[in-house]
């Protein structure tokens, strides 16, 4: 059983998945990882983001058993991944990888921007996660001063509507929602309410 979540930056579609996958008792792949890694080696080396050739090269060499790295969760991570991933070489290269965890047996929970379109588009279960802008950037503020990154909320809200619009505009597997996929708008549910939504789809929609 694959469930496919997808949606922009800081929509909660992680903690969705997460939270998932725990109570499913499946394995859960943050996809978003993976582009923040590659973009963590490139930086390391101090390679320039916009050279596909070495975005290509960082992706193919990329350890994946290092995505529980703090840094990747860093505010200079997530813009640095949002431009490596727009490269058709990186995301070929990680797409293996991807499609593999989610072909495990018992399946998997997979998130990020092109799971229901292109990297599972036969999964059981997908779900379009979204939310205003306004309160992604509040959510994303919060998380960012906890993690002692404080940082203001015009600056965070400009962020996240950058990142919607490179994700959303590239030409290689953009942002968008499946066409079977199920909507789930959050800006008015808080994260367990957001879960109990997503249990009841996942509950009408799948023998679980
Ligand atoms: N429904 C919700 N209400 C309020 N806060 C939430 C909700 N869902 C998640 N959060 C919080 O919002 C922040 C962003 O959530 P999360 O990391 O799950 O988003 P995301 O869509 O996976 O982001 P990204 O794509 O940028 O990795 C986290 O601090 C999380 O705890
Ligand atoms: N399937 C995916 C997942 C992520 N990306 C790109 O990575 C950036 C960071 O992702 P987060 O989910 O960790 O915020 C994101 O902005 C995308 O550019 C992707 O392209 N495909």
């Known amino acids: 059983m694959v469930i496919a979540i997808d949606g922009p930056a800081a929509s909660g579609k992680g903690t969705l998945a997460r939270r998932l996958a725990r109570h499913l008792g499946r394995p859960h792949l943050d996809t978003g990882l993976l582009y923040r890694a590659v973009a963590r080696d490139m930086l390391d080396r101090e390679e320039p983001l916009s050279d596909a050739a070495l975005a290509a090269r960082a992706a193919a060499a ?11 969760r860093s505010r200079e991570m997530g813009e640095a991944a949002s431009i490596v991933s727009t490269f058709a070489a990186v995301r070929e290269t990680l797409l293996g990888f991807q499609r593999r965890f989610a072909r495990q047996e018992g399946g998997a929970v997979l998130d990020g921007r092109d799971i229901g379109t292109v990297v599972c588009p036969d999964a059981d279960l997908k779900l379009y996660v979204t939310a205003s802008p306004e309160e992604r950037a509040r959510r994303r503020q919060r998380e960012l001063a906890q993690t002692g990154e404080p940082s203001d909320f015009e600056t965070v809200l400009a962020d996240i509507r950058r990142r919607d619009a490179r994700d959303q505009g590239r030409p290689n597997a953009p942002l968008r ?5 199920v909507l789930l708008d959050t800006t008015a549910l808080d994260a367990d309410a957001a879960f109990a939504e997503a249990l009841r789809i996942v509950r009408t929609r799948l023998d679980v």
């Open 177 to 181: 929602m499946a066409e079977d996929a």
């Open 62 to 72: 990329l350890d994946t058993a290092r995505l529980d790295d703090p840094r990747l």
